[in-house]
Protein backbone atom coordinates (compact mmCIF):
# COMPACT_ATOMS: atom_id res chain seq x y z
CA UNK A 1 0.00 0.00 0.00
CA UNK A 2 2.78 2.59 0.88
CA UNK A 3 4.01 3.75 -2.85
CA UNK A 4 6.22 6.65 -3.55
CA UNK A 5 3.47 8.66 -4.70
CA UNK A 6 4.38 11.15 -2.13
CA UNK A 7 2.09 14.33 -2.70
CA UNK A 8 4.01 17.58 -3.11
CA UNK A 9 2.13 19.77 -0.60
CA UNK A 10 3.34 23.37 -0.78
CA UNK A 11 5.97 23.81 1.57
CA UNK A 12 4.60 23.51 4.96
CA UNK A 13 7.21 22.95 7.95
CA UNK A 14 6.93 24.71 10.12
CA UNK A 15 2.40 23.02 26.47
CA UNK A 16 1.50 21.69 28.88
CA UNK A 17 0.13 19.11 30.44
CA UNK A 18 -3.59 17.88 30.23
CA UNK A 19 -5.89 17.38 33.31
CA UNK A 20 -9.31 16.01 32.42
CA UNK A 21 -9.91 19.79 31.17
CA UNK A 22 -5.88 20.99 29.63
CA UNK A 23 -4.93 24.00 30.75
CA UNK A 24 -1.87 25.17 28.85
CA UNK A 25 0.30 27.94 29.92
CA UNK A 26 0.11 30.74 27.20
CA UNK A 27 2.37 33.22 25.16
CA UNK A 28 1.10 35.61 27.95
CA UNK A 29 1.17 33.78 30.80
CA UNK A 30 -2.02 33.09 31.49
CA UNK A 31 -3.70 30.04 30.92
CA UNK A 32 -6.07 28.68 27.84
CA UNK A 33 -8.11 26.14 28.22
CA UNK A 34 -8.10 24.18 24.81
CA UNK A 35 -10.42 21.27 25.12
CA UNK A 36 -13.46 23.31 24.69
CA UNK A 37 -16.46 20.89 23.82
CA UNK A 38 -14.62 17.98 24.16
CA UNK A 39 -15.46 15.30 26.93
CA UNK A 40 -12.25 13.80 28.16
CA UNK A 41 -11.39 10.20 28.68
CA UNK A 42 -10.90 11.03 32.45
CA UNK A 43 -8.77 8.74 34.40
CA UNK A 44 -7.46 5.77 32.62
CA UNK A 45 -7.33 2.41 33.84
CA UNK A 46 -5.36 0.59 35.64
CA UNK A 47 -4.15 -1.90 32.37
CA UNK A 48 -3.27 1.72 31.43
CA UNK A 49 -1.11 2.53 34.52
CA UNK A 50 0.39 -0.79 33.53
CA UNK A 51 1.65 0.25 30.46
CA UNK A 52 2.49 4.09 31.68
CA UNK A 53 4.40 2.52 34.28
CA UNK A 54 6.76 0.82 31.73
CA UNK A 55 6.91 3.78 29.58
CA UNK A 56 7.52 6.26 31.95
CA UNK A 57 10.76 6.58 34.01
CA UNK A 58 12.07 9.49 32.42
CA UNK A 59 13.04 7.90 29.18
CA UNK A 60 12.36 9.15 25.65
CA UNK A 61 9.31 7.33 24.40
CA UNK A 62 9.74 5.16 20.88
CA UNK A 63 7.51 6.93 18.08
CA UNK A 64 6.89 4.32 15.29
CA UNK A 65 5.55 6.22 12.40
CA UNK A 66 3.06 4.43 9.96
CA UNK A 67 2.98 5.66 6.43
CA UNK A 68 6.33 7.23 5.02
CA UNK A 69 4.63 9.80 2.97
CA UNK A 70 5.40 13.23 1.97
CA UNK A 71 4.43 14.40 6.24
CA UNK A 72 6.30 11.88 7.80
CA UNK A 73 9.44 12.09 5.72
CA UNK A 74 9.75 16.24 5.21
CA UNK A 75 8.07 17.18 8.76
CA UNK A 76 7.52 14.21 11.69
CA UNK A 77 10.83 12.46 11.02
CA UNK A 78 13.51 15.70 10.93
CA UNK A 79 11.13 16.88 13.52
CA UNK A 80 11.68 13.63 16.08
CA UNK A 81 15.26 14.23 15.29
CA UNK A 82 15.25 17.43 17.80
CA UNK A 83 12.64 16.03 20.34
CA UNK A 84 13.26 15.71 23.83
CA UNK A 85 10.50 13.40 25.56
CA UNK A 86 10.30 11.06 22.07
CA UNK A 87 12.73 9.66 19.51
CA UNK A 88 11.97 8.09 15.56
CA UNK A 89 12.04 4.03 16.95
CA UNK A 90 10.27 2.52 13.99
CA UNK A 91 8.55 2.87 10.88
CA UNK A 92 5.17 0.90 9.06
CA UNK A 93 5.43 0.92 5.69
CA UNK A 94 4.23 -1.30 2.19
CA UNK A 95 6.94 0.21 0.24
CA UNK A 96 10.21 -2.06 1.13
CA UNK A 97 12.46 0.38 -1.45
CA UNK A 98 11.90 2.53 1.20
CA UNK A 99 13.33 0.79 4.39
CA UNK A 100 17.14 0.94 3.55
CA UNK A 101 17.15 4.92 3.50
CA UNK A 102 15.18 5.39 6.43
CA UNK A 103 16.89 2.54 8.25
CA UNK A 104 20.29 4.56 7.21
CA UNK A 105 19.19 8.11 7.87
CA UNK A 106 17.25 7.62 11.06
CA UNK A 107 19.22 4.54 12.67
CA UNK A 108 16.41 2.16 12.94
CA UNK A 109 17.16 -1.67 13.54
CA UNK A 110 15.68 -4.13 11.77
CA UNK A 111 13.80 -5.31 14.63
CA UNK A 112 11.69 -2.21 14.62
CA UNK A 113 10.49 -2.16 10.71
CA UNK A 114 7.01 -3.41 10.01
CA UNK A 115 4.55 -3.35 6.68
CA UNK A 116 1.04 -3.50 7.22
CA UNK A 117 0.74 -7.47 7.68
CA UNK A 118 3.03 -7.90 10.36
CA UNK A 119 1.60 -4.52 11.89
CA UNK A 120 -0.03 -6.19 14.76
CA UNK A 121 2.77 -7.99 16.20
CA UNK A 122 4.22 -4.61 17.37
CA UNK A 123 2.60 -5.07 20.14
CA UNK A 124 5.39 -7.23 21.19
CA UNK A 125 8.29 -4.85 20.79
CA UNK A 126 9.10 -2.64 23.65
CA UNK A 127 10.84 -0.32 22.05
CA UNK A 128 7.56 1.27 20.54
CA UNK A 129 5.35 3.06 22.79
CA UNK A 130 3.67 5.12 20.26
CA UNK A 131 1.78 4.59 16.68
CA UNK A 132 1.75 7.76 14.94
CA UNK A 133 -0.78 7.39 12.10
CA UNK A 134 0.38 9.13 9.32
CA UNK A 135 -1.53 7.30 6.30
CA UNK A 136 -4.68 8.81 4.02
CA UNK A 137 -7.57 9.65 6.16
CA UNK A 138 -9.81 6.79 5.47
CA UNK A 139 -7.37 3.99 6.65
CA UNK A 140 -6.97 6.29 10.26
CA UNK A 141 -9.39 4.24 11.27
CA UNK A 142 -8.30 0.73 10.89
CA UNK A 143 -5.03 1.74 12.04
CA UNK A 144 -6.20 3.29 15.36
CA UNK A 145 -7.97 0.82 16.22
CA UNK A 146 -5.08 -2.42 15.29
CA UNK A 147 -2.74 0.05 17.08
CA UNK A 148 -4.97 0.17 20.50
CA UNK A 149 -5.26 -3.19 20.52
CA UNK A 150 -1.56 -3.69 20.63
CA UNK A 151 -1.52 -1.64 23.68
CA UNK A 152 0.34 1.69 22.31
CA UNK A 153 -0.64 4.97 22.87
CA UNK A 154 -1.84 6.44 19.40
CA UNK A 155 -1.16 9.85 17.73
CA UNK A 156 -3.34 10.07 14.81
CA UNK A 157 -3.13 12.79 11.89
CA UNK A 158 -5.83 14.88 11.30
CA UNK A 159 -8.30 14.91 10.16
CA UNK A 160 -8.98 11.56 12.76
CA UNK A 161 -11.77 9.87 10.74
CA UNK A 162 -13.83 10.36 7.80
CA UNK A 163 -17.16 9.50 9.61
CA UNK A 164 -17.94 9.90 13.10
CA UNK A 165 -18.76 6.63 13.68
CA UNK A 166 -15.01 5.68 12.60
CA UNK A 167 -14.09 8.36 15.44
CA UNK A 168 -16.62 7.00 18.05
CA UNK A 169 -15.07 3.46 17.27
CA UNK A 170 -11.10 4.51 17.45
CA UNK A 171 -11.60 6.15 20.77
CA UNK A 172 -13.51 3.48 21.78
CA UNK A 173 -11.01 1.35 21.42
CA UNK A 174 -8.32 3.15 23.02
CA UNK A 175 -10.61 3.04 26.09
CA UNK A 176 -11.00 -0.68 25.68
CA UNK A 177 -7.82 -0.98 25.53
CA UNK A 178 -6.54 1.77 28.26
CA UNK A 179 -4.17 3.55 25.56
CA UNK A 180 -4.41 7.14 25.16
CA UNK A 181 -4.98 8.82 21.63
CA UNK A 182 -4.11 12.53 20.67
CA UNK A 183 -4.61 14.23 17.51
CA UNK A 184 -2.07 16.03 15.24
CA UNK A 185 -3.26 19.41 15.53
CA UNK A 186 0.07 21.00 15.85
CA UNK A 187 -0.86 24.74 15.89
CA UNK A 188 -2.07 24.24 19.68
CA UNK A 189 1.79 24.22 19.86
CA UNK A 190 2.54 27.68 17.99
CA UNK A 191 3.18 30.95 19.48
CA UNK A 192 0.72 33.25 16.45
CA UNK A 193 -2.25 30.55 16.70
CA UNK A 194 -1.93 30.65 20.49
CA UNK A 195 -1.93 34.18 20.44
CA UNK A 196 -5.07 33.90 18.60
CA UNK A 197 -6.29 31.71 21.66
CA UNK A 198 -5.75 34.57 24.36
CA UNK A 199 -6.98 37.13 22.37
CA UNK A 200 -10.66 35.03 21.95
CA UNK A 201 -10.82 33.81 25.13
CA UNK A 202 -9.29 36.07 27.31
CA UNK A 203 -11.22 39.36 25.98
CA UNK A 204 -8.27 41.12 25.08
CA UNK A 205 -10.41 43.27 23.14
CA UNK A 206 -13.41 42.81 24.42
CA UNK A 207 -15.96 40.56 23.64
CA UNK A 208 -15.61 38.31 19.92
CA UNK A 209 -17.63 39.59 17.00
CA UNK A 210 -16.68 38.18 13.92
CA UNK A 211 -14.26 35.41 12.72
CA UNK A 212 -12.87 34.90 9.18
CA UNK A 213 -11.24 31.41 8.72
CA UNK A 214 -9.69 30.25 5.20
CA UNK A 215 -7.48 27.40 4.17
CA UNK A 216 -6.74 26.76 -0.21
CA UNK A 217 -4.51 26.00 -2.27
CA UNK A 218 -4.42 24.62 -5.54
CA UNK A 219 -4.34 20.88 -5.66
CA UNK A 220 -4.29 20.95 -9.79
CA UNK A 221 -0.78 20.85 -10.88
CA UNK A 222 -0.60 17.23 -9.24
CA UNK A 223 -2.49 13.95 -10.93
CA UNK A 224 -5.95 13.64 -10.28
CA UNK A 225 -4.93 10.42 -9.10
CA UNK A 226 -4.10 11.20 -6.08
CA UNK A 227 -5.82 9.55 -2.53
CA UNK A 228 -6.83 13.27 -1.60
CA UNK A 229 -9.47 13.48 -4.28
CA UNK A 230 -10.71 10.05 -3.67
CA UNK A 231 -14.18 10.32 -1.30
CA UNK A 232 -12.78 6.89 0.39
CA UNK A 233 -9.54 7.68 0.90
CA UNK A 234 -9.80 11.27 1.88
CA UNK A 235 -13.80 11.43 3.36
CA UNK A 236 -14.21 14.69 1.57
CA UNK A 237 -11.96 17.52 -0.65
CA UNK A 238 -10.42 20.35 1.10
CA UNK A 239 -13.26 20.96 3.87
CA UNK A 240 -11.19 17.45 4.97
CA UNK A 241 -7.90 18.44 4.67
CA UNK A 242 -7.71 22.29 5.16
CA UNK A 243 -11.22 23.49 6.31
CA UNK A 244 -10.39 21.50 9.46
CA UNK A 245 -7.76 23.84 10.63
CA UNK A 246 -11.10 26.73 10.50
CA UNK A 247 -13.19 24.72 12.27
CA UNK A 248 -10.61 24.30 15.22
CA UNK A 249 -8.80 28.45 14.65
CA UNK A 250 -12.77 29.44 14.99
CA UNK A 251 -12.89 27.11 18.23
CA UNK A 252 -10.02 27.90 19.67
CA UNK A 253 -10.37 31.72 19.04
CA UNK A 254 -13.77 31.61 20.92
CA UNK A 255 -13.00 29.11 23.22
CA UNK A 256 -16.56 27.07 22.66
CA UNK A 257 -17.61 24.85 19.66
CA UNK A 258 -20.33 26.17 17.72
CA UNK A 259 -24.33 25.44 18.46
CA UNK A 260 -25.17 24.92 14.64
CA UNK A 261 -23.38 25.19 10.64
CA UNK A 262 -24.44 26.29 7.11
CA UNK A 263 -22.92 25.60 4.41
CA UNK A 264 -22.59 25.72 0.34
CA UNK A 265 -20.78 24.15 -2.32
CA UNK A 266 -18.11 26.27 -4.57
CA UNK A 267 -18.83 25.57 -8.25
CA UNK A 268 -16.87 22.62 -10.04
CA UNK A 269 -14.51 24.54 -12.32
CA UNK A 270 -12.43 21.59 -13.35
CA UNK A 271 -14.45 18.78 -13.41
CA UNK A 272 -11.56 16.18 -14.07
CA UNK A 273 -10.17 16.66 -10.85
CA UNK A 274 -13.32 17.37 -9.09
CA UNK A 275 -16.08 14.34 -9.46
CA UNK A 276 -15.55 12.80 -6.37
CA UNK A 277 -15.00 15.17 -3.63
CA UNK A 278 -15.44 19.50 -4.03
CA UNK A 279 -13.43 21.91 -5.29
CA UNK A 280 -14.56 24.77 -3.02
CA UNK A 281 -16.77 24.60 0.12
CA UNK A 282 -17.99 28.12 2.20
CA UNK A 283 -19.80 27.80 5.44
CA UNK A 284 -20.29 30.10 8.67
CA UNK A 285 -19.86 28.35 11.98
CA UNK A 286 -22.42 29.74 14.57
CA UNK A 287 -21.65 30.54 17.98
CA UNK A 288 -23.76 31.04 21.52
CA UNK A 289 -24.57 34.39 21.51
CA UNK A 290 -24.48 34.64 17.38
CA UNK A 291 -21.26 35.40 16.75
CA UNK A 292 -20.44 34.03 13.13
CA UNK A 293 -17.33 32.63 11.62
CA UNK A 294 -16.84 33.10 7.87
CA UNK A 295 -14.91 30.06 6.43
CA UNK A 296 -13.66 28.70 2.98
CA UNK A 297 -11.91 25.88 1.96
CA UNK A 298 -10.58 25.09 -1.79
CA UNK A 299 -8.57 22.96 -3.67
CA UNK A 300 -8.03 25.60 -6.66
CA UNK A 301 -7.55 28.89 -4.49
CA UNK A 302 -5.32 30.47 -2.33
CA UNK A 303 -5.70 31.41 1.07
CA UNK A 304 -4.58 31.13 4.38
CA UNK A 305 -6.01 33.31 6.97
CA UNK A 306 -7.46 33.38 10.63
CA UNK A 307 -8.84 36.63 11.60
CA UNK A 308 -10.77 38.16 14.74
CA UNK A 309 -12.72 41.24 15.40
CA UNK A 310 -13.57 42.31 18.82
CA UNK A 311 -15.06 45.37 20.26
CA UNK A 312 -12.17 46.81 20.76
CA UNK A 313 -10.06 45.53 18.04
CA UNK A 314 -8.74 42.69 15.90
CA UNK A 315 -6.27 40.37 14.72
CA UNK A 316 -4.84 38.82 11.70
CA UNK A 317 -2.86 35.61 11.30
CA UNK A 318 -1.67 35.21 7.69
CA UNK A 319 -0.43 33.07 7.15
CA UNK A 320 -2.00 31.08 9.99
CA UNK A 321 -1.68 27.31 9.08
CA UNK A 322 1.47 26.92 7.30
CA UNK A 323 4.34 25.33 8.83
CA UNK A 324 6.64 28.27 7.88
CA UNK A 325 6.51 31.90 7.31
CA UNK A 326 3.53 32.67 9.97
CA UNK A 327 2.67 36.66 10.67
CA UNK A 328 0.25 38.16 12.77
CA UNK A 329 -0.91 41.24 13.66
CA UNK A 330 -2.73 42.96 15.58
CA UNK A 331 -4.67 46.45 15.75
CA UNK A 332 -1.54 47.52 17.91
CA UNK A 333 0.54 46.83 15.89
CA UNK A 334 3.11 43.29 14.67
CA UNK A 335 2.78 40.10 16.78
CA UNK A 336 6.33 39.37 17.87
CA UNK A 337 6.90 35.92 17.27
CA UNK A 338 9.27 33.58 15.33
CA UNK A 339 7.64 30.71 13.81
CA UNK A 340 8.86 27.14 15.52
CA UNK A 341 9.09 24.27 14.61
CA UNK A 342 5.53 23.30 15.88
CA UNK A 343 5.53 19.31 15.45
CA UNK A 344 8.44 19.17 17.80
CA UNK A 345 6.54 21.28 20.68
CA UNK A 346 3.81 19.09 19.42
CA UNK A 347 5.04 15.38 19.80
CA UNK A 348 6.94 16.50 22.65
CA UNK A 349 3.72 17.66 24.58
CA UNK A 350 1.85 14.32 23.60
CA UNK A 351 4.60 12.13 24.71
CA UNK A 352 4.62 13.81 28.17
CA UNK A 353 1.13 13.48 28.54
CA UNK A 354 1.33 10.00 27.70
CA UNK A 355 4.30 9.29 30.11
CA UNK A 356 2.09 11.18 32.67
CA UNK A 357 -0.59 9.17 31.69
CA UNK A 358 -2.70 12.16 31.20
CA UNK A 359 -5.30 13.39 28.53
CA UNK A 360 -3.16 15.56 26.18
CA UNK A 361 -4.26 19.06 24.92
CA UNK A 362 -5.57 17.87 21.33
CA UNK A 363 -7.40 14.73 23.37
CA UNK A 364 -8.87 12.23 20.71
CA UNK A 365 -12.23 13.92 21.78
CA UNK A 366 -10.98 16.74 19.96
CA UNK A 367 -11.02 14.91 16.86
CA UNK A 368 -14.41 13.42 17.54
CA UNK A 369 -15.88 16.98 18.10
CA UNK A 370 -14.53 18.63 14.71
CA UNK A 371 -15.68 15.09 12.49
CA UNK A 372 -18.86 15.80 13.77
CA UNK A 373 -19.19 19.67 12.94
CA UNK A 374 -17.27 18.47 9.50
CA UNK A 375 -19.68 15.97 8.93
CA UNK A 376 -22.71 18.59 9.55
CA UNK A 377 -20.92 21.13 7.17
CA UNK A 378 -21.56 18.70 4.26
CA UNK A 379 -25.10 17.89 5.73
CA UNK A 380 -25.47 21.63 4.89
CA UNK A 381 -24.00 22.11 1.92
CA UNK A 382 -25.89 19.29 0.39
CA UNK A 383 -29.06 20.06 2.09
CA UNK A 384 -28.50 24.06 0.20
CA UNK A 385 -27.58 25.21 2.73
CA UNK A 386 -29.56 24.36 5.60
CA UNK A 387 -28.85 25.60 9.00
CA UNK A 388 -27.72 22.20 11.10
CA UNK A 389 -27.51 22.21 14.65
CA UNK A 390 -25.00 20.62 16.46
CA UNK A 391 -25.76 18.73 19.69
P1 LIG B 1 1.16 11.33 1.30
O1 LIG B 1 0.34 11.03 0.12
O2 LIG B 1 2.39 12.14 1.13
O3 LIG B 1 1.56 10.01 2.07
C1 LIG B 1 0.61 9.01 2.35
C2 LIG B 1 1.35 7.73 2.65
O4 LIG B 1 0.38 6.71 2.86
C3 LIG B 1 2.27 7.29 1.52
O5 LIG B 1 3.45 6.77 2.04
C4 LIG B 1 1.45 6.21 0.84
O6 LIG B 1 2.28 5.27 0.19
C5 LIG B 1 0.75 5.59 2.04
N1 LIG B 1 -0.42 4.82 1.71
C6 LIG B 1 -0.78 3.68 2.30
N2 LIG B 1 -1.89 3.20 1.77
C7 LIG B 1 -2.26 4.04 0.81
C8 LIG B 1 -3.34 4.06 -0.10
N3 LIG B 1 -4.28 3.11 -0.11
N4 LIG B 1 -3.42 5.09 -0.95
C9 LIG B 1 -2.52 6.08 -0.94
N5 LIG B 1 -1.45 6.11 -0.08
C10 LIG B 1 -1.34 5.09 0.78
O7 LIG B 1 0.19 12.05 2.35
P2 LIG B 1 0.62 12.97 3.58
O8 LIG B 1 0.61 14.38 3.13
O9 LIG B 1 1.80 12.44 4.24
O10 LIG B 1 -0.68 12.81 4.50
C11 LIG B 1 -0.85 11.70 5.36
C12 LIG B 1 -1.76 12.10 6.53
O11 LIG B 1 -1.13 13.17 7.22
C13 LIG B 1 -3.12 12.62 6.12
O12 LIG B 1 -4.07 12.24 7.05
C14 LIG B 1 -2.97 14.13 6.14
O13 LIG B 1 -4.17 14.82 6.39
C15 LIG B 1 -1.99 14.29 7.29
N6 LIG B 1 -1.17 15.51 7.15
C16 LIG B 1 -1.13 16.36 8.19
C17 LIG B 1 -0.38 17.50 8.11
C18 LIG B 1 -0.34 18.42 9.29
O14 LIG B 1 0.14 19.54 9.13
N7 LIG B 1 -0.76 18.00 10.46
C19 LIG B 1 0.31 17.80 6.94
C20 LIG B 1 0.27 16.90 5.90
C21 LIG B 1 -0.49 15.74 6.00
Given at each position: MDTDNTFPRPNRRTFLKGFSLAVSTSVLGFPIFSLQGCQTSGSTSPESNRIQASASAGKKLGIALVGLGGYS??????ALQETEHCYLAGIVTGSPSKIPEWQKKYNIPD??????????????????????????????????????????HVICEKPMATSVADAQRMLDACHQNGVLLSIGYRLHFEPFNKRVMELGQQQVYGKVQRIEAKDAFDITSSSPDIWRLNKKLAGGGPLMD????????????MGQ????????????????????????IEWQLEFEGGVIANCMASYTQKADLLSGTAENGWWRVQPAFTYEGKKGETKDGPMPFENTYEQVQQMDSQALSFKNNQASVVPG???????????????????????????
Amino acid sequence: MDTDNTFPRPNRRTFLKGFSLAVSTSVLGFPIFSLQGCQTSGSTSPESNRIQASASAGKKLGIALVGLGGYSANQLAPALQETEHCYLAGIVTGSPSKIPEWQKKYNIPDKNVYNYDNFDSIAQNPDIDIIYIVLPNGLHAEYTIRAAKAKKHVICEKPMATSVADAQRMLDACHQNGVLLSIGYRLHFEPFNKRVMELGQQQVYGKVQRIEAKDAFDITSSSPDIWRLNKKLAGGGPLMDLGIYCVQGAIYTMGQPPIAVTAKLGEVTKPTYFYDVEETIEWQLEFEGGVIANCMASYTQKADLLSGTAENGWWRVQPAFTYEGKKGETKDGPMPFENTYEQVQQMDSQALSFKNNQASVVPGEMGLRDVKILMAIYESAHANGKRVELS
